[in-house]
């Protein structure tokens, strides 16, 4: 993966989709978020939210045996891609999944939103779920 321009490092790591592999995915992201000049809250915050994308992909990602994590650095903070390899929640009911109030089923969702400071999804059947959460350092 070619870096971008003030990038500071990527790593990039691949976990089976199964449960007992989610905290070495929290793990590896904790210590790629201390590089950085996160306070504890914040690693904290990155930790619990890899580990929400995690498990909603070994939930939803039908026919996906595996899960990608990119951390990417930059001076402005970290940005973590974790993406599926199967046929997930399509993206109208990720749309329709309200971020201002947590209900049943969009819980994991609510919380990444509220713990990032940006979140994108981009659903494909052919390709994945891709999950992009961006957190920036406070200055």
């Known amino acids: ?12 790591l691949r976990i089976p989709s199964k449960a007992e592999w989610v905290a070495v995915a929290r793990l590896a992201v904790a210590a790629v978020a201390n590089r950085l000049n996160f306070s504890i809250e914040d ?14 992909c070994i939930q939803h990602a039908e026919g996906s045996d595996q ?8 001076p402005e903070g970290l940005t973590v891609r974790v993406h599926d390899f199967g046929r997930g929640m399509r993206p109208e009911g990720l749309q329709s999944i309200r971020t ?26 052919e ?5 992009v959460m961006t957190k920036k350092v406070a200055h």
Do not use: W
Not at 43 to 55: F, G, H, P, Q, R
Not at 127 to 131: A, D, I, S, V
């Open 1 to 12: 993966m070619p870096q971008s321009q003030g990038t500071l490092g990527v790593v990039e």
């Open 43 to 56: 690693i904290e915050d990155v930790k619990l939210a890899v580990a929400e994308a995690c498990t909603n």
């Open 67 to 74: 899960i990608q994590i990119t951390c990417e650095t930059g």
């Open 100 to 125: 201002d109030e947590p209900h049943v089923g969009g819980l994991g969702v609510f919380l990444i939103r509220s713990l990032m400071d940006s979140v994108e999804y981009d659903v494909n059947p």
């Open 127 to 131: 390709r994945g779920t891709n999950l």
